[in-house]
Nanobody
């Protein structure tokens, strides 16, 4: 079965940096697209960054210039490099994958598979 496992979360001060990683396993198709989402307490899950199979990316306006999404398809690893973190970036970060690719999307409902999440705290 498909499994997504996030790592790299933690606590940082405002202005600090973190890199999240997500390992994808059990996915038999060579075509898939992935994204990062986050959820703060009391708020809905929101899209942060997405990447298509051809490397095309999309970033939420709130993180442009600070976050970078990348993937190592040979290793099935998805990364999210975050710099200049702000308190409003705090939350549980989830990686997700979808089989129907096209344009990168930050739409939560477009994704079929989800990880368990990793906590990011910014103080």
């Amino acid at each position: 079965h498909v499994q997504l496992v996030e790592s790299g979360g933690g606590s940082v001060q405002t202005g600090g940096s973190l890199t999240l990683s997500c390992a994808l396993s059990g996915y038999t198709s060579k075509t898939y697209c992935m994204g990062w989402f986050r959820q703060a307490p009391g708020r809905g899950r929101e899209g942060v960054a997405a990447i298509e199979s051809d490397g095309t990316t999309s970033l939420a306006d709130s993180v442009k210039g600070r976050f970078t999404i990348s993937q190592d398809k040979a290793k099935n690893i998805l990364n999210l490099q975050m710099i200049n973190l702000k308190p409003e970036d705090a939350g549980v970060y989830y990686c997700a994958a979808r089989a129907l690719c096209g344009l990168p999307t930050l739409n939560v409902y477009a994704y079929n598979y989800w990880g368990q999440g990793t906590q990011v705290t910014v103080s």
